[in-house]
């Protein structure tokens, strides 16, 4: 996991976006002639605001756009959507690290290796991955273009708290999002719990 310190960014384009849980702001951002794909959603006028409610959300095409039950990604970020839509402030930051980084092509050669008994974990390793390559300086980056003070980061994942942390932002508060597992991602959220620390309730099966 990478965190060098944040890279400065700069608001590129902003347009307003209704969706069906309520009205939220897209905002795009560049550096220097760079424009950068990964956006925030944002709830209000969050500039210089404290204690903002925000979710980082890793962008999960097979769950997001094709509803897989493989994961809980898209219902982790609707349910952020859905909760965020009727606060006065909140930010959801998309960031384009599918598959935890190892991209779209290595998750579904994972997901092949989950079906022949590895679990979401040892099948990045058997590809020659870690764990997890996420990096958070870009979302630290896009924090503190947005003139952020503090979050309050609704996460499961403590590693998301320490990567942005490590990357100068200060963050005062976490609230879970948890989402019951289903046939099809008990193993890979009980997974998720055990070897990836991810703070989940769920009692061992």
Sequence with gaps: MDNAAPRALEIFAQAELPTQFGDFRIVAFCRGAQRIDDVALVRGNVENASNVPTRLHSECLTGDVFHSL??????????????????????????????????????????????????????????????????????????????????????NNPRKIEGLEQCGIRVVGREPIIIEPNAYNDRYLRTKQTRSGHLLNFKEA
Aim: glycine share 6%; with cysteine.
């Design 70 to 155: 493989r994961c809980d990604c898209r219902q982790q970020l609707e349910a952020a959507q859905r909760h965020f839509a009727e606060l006065p402030q909140a930010i959801i930051l998309y960031m384009r690290q599918e598959g935890r980084g190892i991209g779209l092509a290595n998750k579904v050669a994972a997901y092949r290796l989950q079906e022949q008994g590895y679990d979401t974990v040892d099948a990045n390793v058997h590809l020659g991955f870690d764990d997890d390559l996420r990096s958070y300086d870009l979302a630290a980056a896009m924090i503190q273009a947005l003139k952020v003070q503090s979050i309050d980061l609704y996460t």
